[in-house]
């Protein structure tokens, strides 16, 4: 399904950034979704993952505690709330859609069942 991510930018280690997934054309009812993140000669990761079929949340275990995953149903839009920012949180963060009622867990720990990424948005954490 087709998201666009938004919110990226440059912050100081400590500083909080939101990221903003928007589905276009679709509605995120039913759906997992999940923000991944790719750094520098890394594989991409999970983050964390909403399945909005039950609410059920997944977060990896680098950002849990700092992070936190939404959803504004009006808006039809999925947000990372970002906290206390550490230079290694610096990668591409890619927001991924399914309707295929996978769970949040296995959405963010299988990042090959994504069958399509955006372009994705850079994320700096650097003093």
């Known amino acids: 399904e087709h998201v666009v991510e938004s919110g990226g930018g440059l912050v100081q280690p400590g500083g909080s950034l939101r990221l903003s997934c928007a589905a276009s054309g679709f509605t995120f009812d039913h759906y997992t979704v999940g923000w991944f993140r790719q750094a520098p000669g890394k594989e991409r990761e999970g983050v964390s993952c909403?399945?909005?079929?039950?609410?059920?949340?997944y977060y990896a275990d680098s950002v849990k505690g700092r992070f936190t995953i939404s959803r504004d149903i009006a808006k039809n839009t999925v947000f990372l709330q970002m906290n206390s920012l550490k230079p290694e949180d610096t990668a591409v963060y890619y927001c991924a859609a399914d309707w295929r009622d996978f769970s949040a867990n296995f959405y963010c720990t299988e990042p090959e069942s994504v069958d399509s990424w955006g372009q994705g948005t850079q994320v700096t954490v650097s003093s």
């Open positions: 909403l399945d909005n079929s039950n609410g059920n949340t």
